[in-house]
């Protein structure tokens, strides 16, 4: 086998070499960072606004939440339609017979109405004999009456008012729901639900799926990232809290959720703005692996000799008739 | 193996020694003198061939800036004015680190350092970028801010899109933040140093059209 040390002899024979010291780069370097690094951390720090909790939530907009709520025992809500990998209520996105999100299933189970709704009412209820009837009742109601309850609620709601906390709606046929939406909200503003949507019967925590999904499914959340220009319309995925930078690398990524096909209905051979995210994904693997096989790919690989950068970089070896002999 | 490359003086148990056919291998390919040069071409006098050297320290400073925080804790620098400066320094050192390694990246393809046998070091370092911004991602989602909060509701839609989100859940802080302070900087650490070996081995590539080099 040839080496490559042989050839790296080889591929520099008749050249001139001069002194270079890589150590002394890499140190300098690495001071002048450090310099820079110690400055800003000190003086610009880093982006740290507070995260947004369930009582928060709860407490800043207590009719989102609890039209979320009710949402949830509807099956209304995003993550009740979601489909894989936390239901099998929807197909998800999918391009022509490439639909990946189906493939895996639903390997993160999430039963929206009973993880965000009943189970936690079901422990809050010890003691609370009002909301145990509630529940009571409730389980023991048809789907046709549940679903008439929750239609005329969830119509209450846009007029309801706020007082103190608690939220009421005109008076109507509504079952159980409101004992039970104001049980709800009064233990997530008591910061109960924080806890009630992680324990799954365990002590440590380290996966917050549940309440992420179900602060997704309500406004207060996505309002709060509107307002800090988060949001994908807002190419939020480089930005960043306050004015501190992003992740800035991934602005091509973030770039085709603000054009054609994928902000459009119709779209353009079958990507639109319903399949955006699978056909993004699709593209950037497309352009990631073309990046890497560049040098395999002609008019790619032949801008640089076309491009006169070179000419710039390399200025004395160019202006000085490709000296290439020892001197 | 020729003639040429074989052992010699050595004893039939030597001669099957995977240890040392393993060190004859790298003192072959990358003898010390091409790993730590102290000569270089003449041509190699440009700024650009600083960006590389400043990526690699923007990265040793992120690993020390996140060795120190993932010691002391993912909650540490929420509450802590220390703990908040070495936030600080691994927020800057990664902006830092893309920024070089981006120049890094369109220098070498205006250099089009590909050339003479170098595609596998581009494809490397194209993965090293990929992996990098893989990294970066599940950092954000592991500060325990508001901004891990947005940015995994919101890509959880890309992931589970492609069908990732079934393996690779952005809303379970515990598998990201695993992820992040031990699997993915082993990954980029072990890509960035076989880049740079390679790198060493081959040599810088001469200018484009240079007497001795190939086109492509």
Same mark, same amino acid.
């Given at each position: 086998?040839?080496?490559?040390?042989?050839?790296?002899?080889?591929?520099?024979? !008749?050249?001139?070499?001069?002194?270079?010291?890589?150590?002394?780069?890499?140190?300098?370097?690495?001071?002048?960072?450090?310099?820079?690094?110690?400055?800003?951390?000190?003086?610009?720090?880093?982006?740290?606004? !507070?995260?947004?909790? &369930?009582?928060?939530?709860?407490?800043?907009?207590?009719?989102?939440?609890?039209?979320?709520?009710?949402?949830? $025992?509807?099956?209304?809500?995003?993550?009740?339609?979601?489909?894989?990998?936390?239901?099998?209520?929807?197909?998800?996105?999918?391009?022509?017979?490439?639909?990946?999100?189906?493939? /895996?299933?639903?390997?993160?189970?999430?039963?929206?109405?009973?993880?965000?709704? &009943?189970?936690?009412?079901?422990?809050?209820?010890?003691?609370?004999?009002?909301?145990?009837?509630? &529940?009571?009742?409730?389980?023991?109601?048809?789907?046709?009456?549940?679903?008439?309850?929750?239609?005329?609620?969830?119509?209450?709601?846009?007029?309801?008012?706020?007082?103190?906390?608690?939220?009421?709606?005109?008076?109507?046929?509504?079952?159980?729901?409101?004992?039970?939406?104001?049980?709800?909200? !009064?233990?997530?503003?008591?910061?109960?639900?924080?806890? $009630?949507?992680?324990?799954?019967?365990?002590?440590?925590?380290?996966?917050?799926?549940?309440?992420?999904?179900?602060?997704?499914?309500?406004?207060?959340?996505?309002?709060?990232?509107?307002?800090?220009?988060?949001?994908?319309?807002?190419?939020?995925?480089?930005?960043?809290?306050?004015?501190?930078?992003?992740?800035?690398?991934?602005?091509?990524?973030?770039?085709?959720?603000?054009?054609?096909?994928?902000?459009?209905?119709?779209?353009?051979?079958?990507?639109?703005?319903?399949?955006?995210?699978? !056909?993004?994904?699709?593209?950037?693997?497309? $352009?990631?692996?073309? $990046?890497?096989?560049?040098? /395999?790919?002609?008019?790619?690989?032949? &801008?640089?000799?076309?491009?006169?950068?070179?000419?710039?970089?390399?200025?004395?070896?160019?202006?000085?008739?490709?000296?290439?002999?020892?001197? | 193996?020729?003639?040429?490359?074989?052992?010699?003086? +050595?004893?039939?148990?030597?001669?099957?020694?995977?240890?040392?056919?393993? @060190?004859?291998?790298?003192? @072959?390919?990358?003898?010390?003198?091409?790993?730590?040069?102290?000569?270089?071409?003449?041509?190699?006098?440009?700024?650009?061939?600083?960006?590389?050297?400043?990526?690699?320290?923007?990265?040793?400073?992120?690993?020390?800036?996140?060795?120190?925080?993932?010691?002391?804790?993912?909650?540490?620098?929420?509450?802590?004015?220390?703990?908040?400066?070495?936030?600080?320094?691994?927020?800057?050192?990664?902006?830092?680190?893309?920024?070089? +390694?981006?120049?890094?990246?369109?220098?070498?393809?205006?250099?089009?350092?590909? @050339?003479?046998?170098?595609?596998?070091?581009?494809?490397?370092?194209?993965?090293?970028?990929?992996?990098?911004?893989?990294?970066?991602?599940?950092?954000?989602?592991?500060?325990?801010?508001?901004?891990?909060?947005?940015?995994?509701?919101?890509?959880?839609?890309?992931?589970?899109?492609?069908?990732?989100?079934?393996?690779?859940?952005?809303?379970?802080?515990?598998? +990201?933040?695993?992820?992040?302070?031990?699997?993915?900087?082993?990954?980029?650490?072990?890509?960035?140093?076989?880049?740079?070996?390679?790198?060493?081995?081959?040599?810088?590539?001469?200018?484009?059209?240079?007497?001795?080099?190939? @086109?492509?």
């Amino acid at each position: 086998m040839r080496s490559m040390g042989a050839t790296q002899e080889e591929y520099y024979r !008749g050249v001139r070499m001069v002194p270079y010291d890589l150590v002394k780069e890499l140190a300098l370097a690495l001071a002048g960072l450090g310099l820079v690094m110690i400055v800003a951390a000190a003086f610009l720090s880093s982006p740290d606004v !507070g995260p947004v909790t &369930i009582a928060a939530w709860a407490q800043g907009d207590p009719v989102d939440f609890v039209t979320t709520a009710t949402g949830e $025992l509807a099956g209304s809500t995003t993550s009740a339609g979601y489909g894989a990998p936390y239901n099998t209520n929807a197909d998800g996105q999918s391009w022509g017979p490439i639909a990946p999100q189906k493939w /895996f299933g639903a390997r993160i189970p999430v039963d929206s109405a009973n993880a965000f709704v &009943i189970q936690p009412l079901q422990r809050a209820a010890v003691g609370n004999a009002d909301l145990g009837a509630a &529940i009571g009742q409730w389980k023991g109601a048809s789907a046709d009456q549940q679903a008439k309850w929750l239609d005329a609620y969830g119509k209450a709601l846009p007029s309801a008012t706020v007082s103190d906390g608690k939220v009421t709606v005109a008076t109507g046929d509504y079952g159980p729901l409101p004992v039970m939406m104001s049980n709800l909200l !009064g233990v997530a503003q008591a910061g109960g639900l924080d806890g $009630l949507l992680v324990i799954n019967d365990r002590f440590y925590q380290t996966d917050y799926t549940q309440p992420l999904l179900f602060m997704g499914d309500g406004g207060y959340l996505a309002g709060l990232a509107d307002q800090a220009h988060l949001t994908g319309s807002q190419w939020g995925m480089m930005n960043e809290t306050g004015s501190y930078p992003g992740q800035t690398w991934l602005w091509l990524y973030t770039l085709w959720y603000q054009v054609p096909p994928f902000t459009s209905d119709t779209g353009f051979l079958g990507l639109n703005a319903s399949n955006a995210d699978l !056909g993004v994904i699709i593209l950037m693997t497309v $352009l990631t692996v073309a $990046l890497a096989l560049v040098p /395999f790919i002609p008019i790619l690989r032949d &801008i640089p000799r076309w491009v006169p950068i070179h000419r710039l970089i390399w200025r004395r070896y160019y202006a000085t008739g490709r000296p290439v002999t020892r001197t | 193996m020729s003639a040429a490359n074989s052992p010699e003086g +050595m004893s039939p148990s030597d001669a099957s020694s995977w240890t040392l056919r393993t @060190r004859k291998f790298v003192e @072959r390919n990358v003898p010390m003198d091409h790993l730590l040069p102290q000569r270089q071409p003449y041509y190699v006098g440009s700024w650009v061939y600083v960006f590389g050297v400043i990526t690699i320290a923007a990265l040793i400073w992120v690993v020390v800036s996140g060795v120190v925080l993932s010691f002391m804790g993912p909650q540490w620098w929420h509450a802590s004015s220390v703990g908040r400066f070495f936030n600080g320094l691994h927020f800057w050192s990664v902006q830092l680190f893309f920024i070089f +390694m981006v120049l890094h990246l369109w220098g070498q393809y205006f250099m089009a350092g590909w @050339r003479d046998g170098r595609a596998a070091t581009w494809m490397i370092g194209v993965v090293i970028f990929a992996a990098s911004i893989l990294t970066a991602f599940t950092g954000y989602l592991s500060q325990q801010n508001f901004d891990s909060q947005f940015i995994a509701i919101n890509a959880k839609d890309a992931m589970n899109a492609g069908g990732i989100g079934a393996f690779f859940n952005v809303l379970n802080f515990g598998q +990201m933040y695993g992820l992040h302070v031990m699997l993915l900087p082993i990954v980029v650490t072990f890509l960035v140093v076989a880049h740079i070996v390679m790198v060493r081995a081959r040599g810088v590539v001469k200018p484009i059209d240079a007497e001795g080099g190939t @086109r492509s």
